[in-house]
């Protein structure tokens, strides 16, 4: 077996870079693209209250990433006439979500190319399937833990690992899926929740993580540096 890397920071992607990548994967017959690569907020934030290089990051992270890897992919899938492109989404894109706005709204593109070019391309033999996980036992779902993030993994949420597991498992299915089973049962029931009821009781419990004494203490350091 043959292992080839290549190391794409996507946080400053440049036009050269992204010709050679693009270069690169049109050597190889790739049968499978995961994209799986995105960031949120440090902590619940009003949309104003984050700096330029937060929402640039989210942007170059979330969606161009994904967006620039599909398009370097798909021209050789379409012409070998099959290929899987799997893209990460998030529970964060199924309702609005107040102090992770653009978190939620860069989920919510993922979700509509993927569903828009499975849509597109499954005519050609390529499929897209859109993943839309809820907590998974990562630094990015648990910040600062002083705990071994695997340490705190329920049954609720978990770890990366049984996680990718599930994930795998669903790849070939359906193009909208939420592979772990607890995730689809929340998600099942949060879907039947008027958003008249849902968004003041998610907005609520944003507030009381925005202003926790720990995101406090970070935002007035934060505004300090700015």
Known sequence: MEVRTEAVDFSCLTEQRRLELQEALAQLEVGVLVNNLGISYPFCQWFHELSDEEVTGIISLNIESMTWMTRAVVPGMRERKRGVVVNLSSAA??????????YSAAKGYVENFSRSLDAEYSPYGVRFQCQSPLWVATNMALPNSKVPV????????????????????S????????????????????????????????????????????????????????
């Open 93 to 102: 894109a199924q309702a609005p979500l107040p102090l992770l706005a653009q």
């Open 150 to 169: 695997e340490k705190r993994a329920t049954m609720t949420m978990p770890t990366a690992a049984k996680y990718a597991r599930c994930a795998a498992a």
């Open 171 to 226: 790849i070939g299915y359906e193009t909208m899926v939420c592979p772990y089973w607890a995730h689809a049962l929340y998600m099942w029931l949060a879907a039947r929740i008027p958003d008249a009821v849902a968004i003041p009781a998610i907005f609520g419990m944003h507030k009381k993580v925005r202003f926790h004494k720990k995101n406090v203490a970070l935002m007035e350091k934060k505004q300090k540096g700015a």
